[in-house]
């Protein structure tokens, strides 16, 4: 990938970018405060429908607390399919390119 030093030089580079466009450095932080609204909205979105299926069915209640506890604790919210369940095929090897010229 990159070097420290070109992440620097590229970290330098935007700072400048920014400081020399006003409107351009204010677009970034209205991005990015639309960003953490989006988010906002979303986790609002998936608590509602947790909600919702606790009051389906009260039964999934353990479930999910074991999932939001893995999450809180920054580990795969599951970590094996169920038992039975087929495990996703995994992907064929990627063939090799080759350009063709023909005609």
């Known amino acids: 990938m990159i070097t420290p030093e070109e992440r620097q030089e590229l970290m330098k580079a935007r700072e400048a970018a920014l400081s020399a466009d006003p409107a351009l450095s204010k677009a970034v932080k209205d991005f990015q405060a639309e960003g953490q609204a989006l988010q906002a909205r979303g986790q609002k979105l998936q608590d509602q429908i947790r909600d919702a299926m606790i009051k389906a069915d009260a039964k999934v209640a353990p ?41």
């Open 63 to 103: 479930i999910i607390a074991k999932i939001e506890n893995a999450r809180r604790m920054g580990g795969p919210a599951m970590m094996n399919p169920p038992s039975g369940s087929p495990r996703p095929p995994s992907p064929p090897p990627a063939a090799p390119h080759t350009s063709s010229s023909g005609g």
